[in-house]
């Protein structure tokens, strides 16, 4: 079977359609075009107007050119107004975010994924899963909390994402591990609020304990640690990534020793490099 998956909006999304890549890659699919696919894979953003408006245009487009084409839709928008998405052609599954991580063995249990769709005159890695050159990517993106518990009056994220969720950090240096050894060697870790990580898991897991452990990682690997908001960079978190900084010739960035990353253009990026100003661990990151 031929897929195609096509990415709207954030790191978050990105990291999602990675997982949702990886499973049919294991099932025997091979990526194409989305001209020539079964199966398309639509992931979502809803975070404007105009984010809803390109959904809706790609699905059309798509099945002009790729008429007997099936086309499953997930992400925010398909959570947010599925019946919106229900009436595009060719749509055969929609799937809300919270079913996102199970779709494509949700696709398999009814029949949609056969044996023949998914060997028949594939030259695919059946029982692979990604590795670096997949479609023209060499870094993975791997989310490791999703959710949000703000109620930031201009923003939909709580109501299409629910409630902060993380993964248990077993799992997520699990599938880091996974990662390297399939030859991965630029890693970007994100979450919808990734300042959050582990508060919801009650055992004492923290983004710096996560940090700390990818920064003393065996491997030649560069880790990024992506948007974190200038109210997440406390004290502790400042202290453990100004430890391994220095500075990164592209400007917008800090990078860390061990190859994290530590972002700080989003939102207030003035105000997350003066966090660590104010801390005295590293001056003169750009805003």
Same mark, same amino acid.
């Given at each position: 079977m031929k897929y195609s998956i096509v990415t709207f909006g954030c790191r978050v999304n990105q990291a999602d359609s990675f997982a949702i890549e990886e499973e049919l890659r294991r099932r025997g699919a091979v990526n194409a075009p989305p001209e020539d696919a079964d199966l398309v894979v639509i992931n979502t953003c809803s975070v404007t107007a105009s984010a809803d408006q390109g959904a809706r245009q790609t699905i059309r487009r798509i099945v002009r050119s790729?008429?007997?084409?099936?086309? +499953?839709?997930?992400?925010?928008?398909?959570?947010?107004?599925?019946?919106?998405?229900?009436?595009?052609?060719? +749509?055969? %599954?929609? +799937?809300?975010?919270?079913?996102?991580?199970?779709?494509?063995?949700?696709?398999?249990?009814?029949?949609?994924? &056969? &044996?023949?769709?998914?060997?028949?005159?594939?030259?695919?890695?059946?029982?692979?899963g990604l590795e670096p050159g997949v479609a023209g990517r060499t870094a993975l993106t791997l989310r490791v909390q999703t959710g949000c518990d703000e109620t930031c009056s201009y923003?939909?994220?709580?109501? &299409?994402?629910?409630a902060g969720r993380s993964r248990p950090l077993g799992e997520v240096l699990r599938d880091v591990h996974r990662a390297v050894d399939a030859g991965y060697r630029e890693i970007a870790v994100t979450g919808v609020h990734l300042g959050s990580y582990g508060r919801d898991l009650g055992n004492g897991t923290t983004l710096t304990r996560l940090v700390r452990q990818l920064g003393d990682w065996p491997d030649d690997v560069l880790f990024r640690v992506s948007s974190l908001e200038p109210m997440d960079?406390?004290?502790?978190? +400042?202290?453990?990534?100004?430890?391994?900084?220095?500075?990164?010739?592209?400007?917008?960035?800090?990078?860390?020793?061990?190859?994290?990353?530590?972002? &700080?253009?989003?939102?207030?990026? %003035?105000?997350?490099?003066?966090?660590?100003?104010?801390?005295?661990?590293?001056?003169?990151?750009?805003?």
């Open positions: 790729n008429p007997d084409v099936k086309v +499953v839709v997930t992400g925010c928008y398909a959570t947010r107004r599925p019946d919106d998405v229900r009436a595009l052609p060719n +749509v055969v %599954r929609i +799937v809300g975010n919270d079913a996102k991580d199970s779709i494509v063995g949700a696709l398999d249990a009814d029949g949609e994924l &056969t &044996t023949a769709q998914r060997f028949d005159g594939a030259e695919g890695p059946c029982g692979r923003c939909i994220i709580p109501r &299409t994402r629910g960079c406390t004290p502790e978190i +400042v202290a453990t990534i100004a430890a391994w900084i220095r500075h990164d010739p592209g400007g917008d960035e800090a990078a860390v020793h061990g190859g994290v990353f530590f972002r &700080t253009h989003r939102g207030h990026p %003035r105000a997350a490099s003066g966090c660590i100003d104010r801390h005295g661990h590293h001056r003169g990151l750009s805003g």
